[in-house]
């Protein structure tokens, strides 16, 4: 019926090949934003991706992914998210990784059906780190007393003002291999017909787009674009699905990728120093992977 009423339509006006609704997934993966930054948890990504899927006439939904990780339950929680709407929607999933997809993104990559990279790409890190630091010495040296009061014997564990204790690392490592392990098992469901046998697959390290597909962690060389035309025809159309804007040009609260719906004043005041803190460690991510 929709084809007959559509010869109707003058053919300037008619839009003719298959429309693919892209989402652009960019920045380190973290539960909470901050104003005038771009990062990705599974509230700021959740509408976005509900959009794409729900084009009802396009037979996939594009993912380009740019992220060098953070948290790994909200890169589950966004990987997840894309597979149900997937299987609810009944749409193929083409997710197209730009300068990287390390760690949390490239869990966020395996959500895909199919993986397409460019050479210089930087894919993998399949592990778990965290880090701190110890201020020990330096606090003694500026005269500076440490007071902690505490119910509970381990709430204090890890303190970077106190001596490293063997038993807190220990602590430490063991919750971070049943971590790592989630990571590998993702993995391995959704890539493991495909992976190479390698040792060094999961143990941190990350490759190269072109050494990505050898070893099987992602399927081929290809853009966006050029992949689409040979998928879907030269016709095929983009569609960007994007944070809507407010008057000003704002990202608006709860539904974009600067923030969860904040004040713009209170962030601006109470959370500077944070927000400094979450500036770096984002910086910190990409500057691992030499971006």
């Not at 007959?4 to 380190?28: D, N, Q, Y």
């Not at 999933?93 to 460019?118: K, Q």
């Not at 630091?133 to 204090?156: D, M, P, Q, S, Y």
């Not at 689409?228 to 608006?252: I, N, P, Q, S």
Request: charge should be positive; include cysteine; glycine fraction near 12%.
């Amino acid at each position: 019926m929709a084809n007959f009423l559509k010869t109707f339509v003058p053919k300037r006006f008619r839009k003719e090949g298959v429309e693919i609704p892209v989402v652009r997934l960019s920045g380190a993966i973290m539960a909470s934003g901050g104003i005038g930054r771009q990062t990705l948890s599974v509230a700021s990504v959740a509408p976005l991706l509900e959009r794409a899927f729900a084009h009802k006439s396009a037979p996939a939904v594009a993912i380009v992914v740019n992220s060098p990780g953070g948290s790994p339950v909200q890169s589950r929680l966004i990987h997840k998210r894309i597979r149900d709407l997937a299987h609810q929607k009944k749409k193929r999933v083409l997710v197209f990784v730009e300068d990287v997809a390390a760690s949390g993104g490239y869990m966020i990559a395996c959500a895909g059906d199919e993986i397409m990279v460019d050479p210089s790409s930087i894919v993998g890190s399949i592990g778990v780190v965290s880090g701190s630091f110890g201020f020990v010495e330096a606090i003694g040296k500026l005269g500076i007393e440490r007071r902690v009061h505490t119910a509970g014997k381990n709430k204090v564990t890890l303190d970077p003002f106190q001596p490293e204790k063997p038993e807190d690392v220990e602590r430490l490592k063991a919750l971070q291999l049943d971590v790592h392990q989630t990571f590998i098992d993702l993995v391995c469901e959704r890539r493991g017909g495909k992976l190479a046998e390698n040792d060094d697959l999961f143990t941190g390290l990350f490759w190269s787009g072109r050494q990505g597909v050898e070893l099987g962690l992602v399927d081929r060389i290809g853009d966006l674009h050029g992949t689409l035309r040979e998928l879907y025809g030269d016709k095929v159309r983009t569609k960007l699905v994007a944070a809507k804007t407010g008057l000003l040009g704002r990202v608006r609260p709860g539904i974009g990728l600067a923030g969860e719906g904040a004040d713009l004043g209170t962030s601006i005041g109470a959370g500077a120093v944070s927000q400094a803190g979450s500036i770096l460690e984002e910086r910190a991510l990409f500057a691992r992977y030499g971006l």
